[in-house]
Protein backbone atom coordinates (compact mmCIF):
# COMPACT_ATOMS: atom_id res chain seq x y z
CA UNK A 1 0.00 0.00 0.00
CA UNK A 2 1.21 3.44 -0.97
CA UNK A 3 -0.10 6.63 0.85
CA UNK A 4 0.51 9.70 -1.65
CA UNK A 5 0.36 13.04 0.05
CA UNK A 6 -0.96 16.60 -1.36
CA UNK A 7 -1.65 19.63 0.13
CA UNK A 8 0.06 22.32 2.75
CA UNK A 9 1.97 25.32 2.41
CA UNK A 10 2.53 28.46 4.48
CA UNK A 11 -0.65 30.57 5.95
CA UNK A 12 -0.87 33.17 8.10
CA UNK A 13 -2.55 32.40 11.86
CA UNK A 14 -6.31 32.09 11.88
CA UNK A 15 -6.12 30.70 8.19
CA UNK A 16 -7.12 27.08 6.75
CA UNK A 17 -5.65 24.45 5.10
CA UNK A 18 -6.57 20.67 3.87
CA UNK A 19 -4.54 18.00 3.21
CA UNK A 20 -4.75 15.52 1.40
CA UNK A 21 -4.00 11.58 1.14
CA UNK A 22 -4.51 9.61 -1.89
CA UNK A 23 -4.03 5.54 -1.28
CA UNK A 24 -3.07 3.01 -4.01
CA UNK A 25 -5.68 0.67 -3.00
CA UNK A 26 -9.00 0.72 -1.11
CA UNK A 27 -7.31 0.59 2.34
CA UNK A 28 -10.16 2.21 3.96
CA UNK A 29 -12.16 -0.92 4.89
CA UNK A 30 -10.48 -2.87 7.40
CA UNK A 31 -8.41 -0.36 7.99
CA UNK A 32 -7.43 2.63 10.47
CA UNK A 33 -6.57 5.55 9.14
CA UNK A 34 -4.42 8.49 10.83
CA UNK A 35 -2.58 11.84 10.52
CA UNK A 36 0.38 13.03 12.42
CA UNK A 37 2.78 15.58 12.55
CA UNK A 38 6.41 16.19 13.72
CA UNK A 39 7.94 19.63 14.34
CA UNK A 40 11.90 20.15 14.68
CA UNK A 41 13.03 19.02 17.28
CA UNK A 42 9.79 16.92 18.30
CA UNK A 43 8.61 13.46 18.36
CA UNK A 44 6.04 12.70 15.54
CA UNK A 45 3.01 12.92 17.79
CA UNK A 46 -0.43 11.98 16.33
CA UNK A 47 -3.17 14.60 15.09
CA UNK A 48 -6.51 12.87 14.19
CA UNK A 49 -7.29 9.41 13.20
CA UNK A 50 -10.33 8.00 11.48
CA UNK A 51 -11.55 4.61 12.32
CA UNK A 52 -13.42 2.19 9.67
CA UNK A 53 -16.49 2.79 11.06
CA UNK A 54 -16.42 6.05 11.41
CA UNK A 55 -15.11 6.68 14.69
CA UNK A 56 -13.22 9.94 14.75
CA UNK A 57 -10.17 10.76 17.47
CA UNK A 58 -8.49 13.93 17.64
CA UNK A 59 -5.53 15.39 20.33
CA UNK A 60 -6.83 18.19 22.22
CA UNK A 61 -4.96 20.66 20.81
CA UNK A 62 -6.63 20.58 17.40
CA UNK A 63 -10.00 20.06 18.95
CA UNK A 64 -12.94 21.84 17.19
CA UNK A 65 -10.13 23.09 14.39
CA UNK A 66 -9.33 20.25 12.44
CA UNK A 67 -11.50 17.58 10.97
CA UNK A 68 -10.44 14.39 9.46
CA UNK A 69 -12.63 12.70 6.98
CA UNK A 70 -12.28 10.07 3.67
CA UNK A 71 -13.60 9.59 0.50
CA UNK A 72 -13.66 5.73 -0.18
CA UNK A 73 -14.70 6.40 -3.89
CA UNK A 74 -11.68 8.10 -4.17
CA UNK A 75 -9.81 6.29 -1.73
CA UNK A 76 -8.77 9.26 -0.38
CA UNK A 77 -8.06 10.96 3.56
CA UNK A 78 -8.40 14.63 4.18
CA UNK A 79 -7.15 16.58 7.08
CA UNK A 80 -9.21 19.87 6.73
CA UNK A 81 -7.12 22.60 9.12
CA UNK A 82 -9.02 25.58 10.37
CA UNK A 83 -7.85 28.54 12.90
CA UNK A 84 -4.27 27.71 12.15
CA UNK A 85 -1.69 28.72 14.62
CA UNK A 86 2.05 28.77 14.91
CA UNK A 87 2.42 25.94 16.78
CA UNK A 88 0.37 24.24 14.37
CA UNK A 89 3.50 24.51 11.72
CA UNK A 90 4.99 20.81 11.45
CA UNK A 91 5.68 18.00 8.72
CA UNK A 92 2.52 16.47 8.52
CA UNK A 93 2.13 12.31 7.46
CA UNK A 94 -0.85 10.37 7.02
CA UNK A 95 -0.58 7.05 8.13
CA UNK A 96 -2.50 3.42 7.96
CA UNK A 97 -2.95 0.27 9.58
CA UNK A 98 -4.83 -2.43 9.37
CA UNK A 99 -7.52 -2.36 12.06
CA UNK A 100 -6.91 -5.67 14.16
CA UNK A 101 -2.87 -4.11 14.43
CA UNK A 102 -2.51 -3.18 18.50
CA UNK A 103 -1.49 0.15 19.75
CA UNK A 104 -3.76 3.08 20.06
CA UNK A 105 -4.07 5.43 17.45
CA UNK A 106 -1.98 8.09 18.80
CA UNK A 107 0.99 5.76 18.61
CA UNK A 108 3.22 6.08 15.18
CA UNK A 109 4.67 2.24 15.96
CA UNK A 110 0.99 0.92 15.91
CA UNK A 111 1.20 2.70 11.92
CA UNK A 112 2.50 -0.01 9.01
CA UNK A 113 1.97 2.43 5.87
CA UNK A 114 3.24 6.03 5.68
CA UNK A 115 3.16 8.65 3.33
CA UNK A 116 5.55 11.10 2.08
CA UNK A 117 4.83 13.93 4.09
CA UNK A 118 4.01 17.69 3.64
CA UNK A 119 5.41 20.81 5.67
CA UNK A 120 2.63 23.05 6.81
CA UNK A 121 3.96 26.69 7.92
CA UNK A 122 1.88 28.94 10.23
CA UNK A 123 3.19 32.52 10.58
CA UNK A 124 2.05 34.74 13.15
Known amino acids: VQLAQSGGGSVQAGGSLRLSCAAS????????MGWFRQAPGKEREGVAS???????YYIDSVKGRFIISKDNAKNTLYLQMNSLKPEDTATYYCAGRETWADGSWYEPSSYKYWGQGTQVTVSS
Open 25 to 32: ASTYSGYC
Open 50 to 56: LDSDGSA
